[in-house]
């Protein structure tokens, strides 16, 4: 009886052959139509090749998982950039240049990195704007702060470095700043730019609910600036679900040290209401919020912060006591 899954054809093909000969004539025909495009000629954190028992180089898979790659990647744990550039194909390069990094940047769990391969350059592109400074972000750091420091828009910052106003900057990444850019001739009188530039969507909400709740309970102005300033110098006013040690939330607050559970903290209502203290405290008086100070309103803006929230880094509230204010005039 003829084998199964082989013609006379086939056998006679092979038939009369050393057996390593036919196993490589084999091979490769298996190969040329598993990958009948070439391999790229950069091998720059290529994937590892693979190899056969006999030791023969198979063409190595890295387009495929290039061009399987999903849009980006989630950092976590032990994670860098050269392996997970690696996992899905891509050059560290092409990588570090889609997220404004270089070989000295750091990344960190919970950071997202963009993982679309660049686009091939067209032909009349504009040249990009000229870098004037690198900027090295600092805890607290915002691009809109950043920019306004350096002179620019807040969008040049976010197009210089490959971000958008979604993206989430860490201490130790750099930043590239793009020149002033100058008119050539005098503009009309601009409108201007609203107080809540550089706040995003999350930012503005977050914002919003702290000033709500500040009037609800009958905060001062200065009350409800020193919890815009404190949030963003805690969490950039977002809600994260991480933090130093047990830290969470729009105020960094601890279950450990009585704020609540970590769900009760992360209810950024909740949380809001706990930072500012006082009769409608929800965790009664397992923990000391801005109304339960006595003399908060004669303290200076940095002192009433750190008094709540016991910081190792208590100056770093002073940069947002005037952005405080700004936003509170524009949103509240």
Known sequence: MRPSGRTPRARSLVSGLPLALAGSIALALTAESAHAAPAPADHTDAVPERRDAAGGKVVA???????????DHVVVAGDTVSTIAARYGLRTPD?????????????????VLRLAAPAPAAAAAPAPSPVAVLHTVQAGDTVSAIARGNGVSTQAVLDANGLTRESIIYPGQTLAIPAPVLSAAPAAAASPAPAADGLDA????????IIAIG????????GIAIALGTAMQ??????????????????????????GTAEEIRDPARSTRAFF???????????????????????????????????AFPERYAQWEQPAYAWLAALG
Do not use: C, K
């Open 61 to 71: 898979h890295r387009a495929a998982l290039a061009l399987a790659a999903p849009a």
């Open 95 to 111: 990588v570090l240049a889609a997220n404004g990094l270089d070989w000295s940047s750091v990344i960190y769990p919970g950071q």
């Open 202 to 209: 999350e930012q503005i909400a977050n914002a919003q609910l």
């Open 215 to 222: 009037r609800e309970l009958g905060v001062s102005e200065r």
């Open 234 to 259: 805690e969490s950039w006013l977002r809600n994260l679900d991480w933090g130093d040690r047990d830290s969470l939330g729009l105020f960094q607050q601890r279950p450990s040290t009585g704020w």
């Open 277 to 311: 203290g006082g009769a409608a405290d929800p965790n009664g008086t397992l923990t000391r919020g801005l109304l339960d100070i006595p003399g908060w309103e004669g303290m200076s803006y940095t002192d009433a912060a750190q008094a709540v929230q016991i910081s």
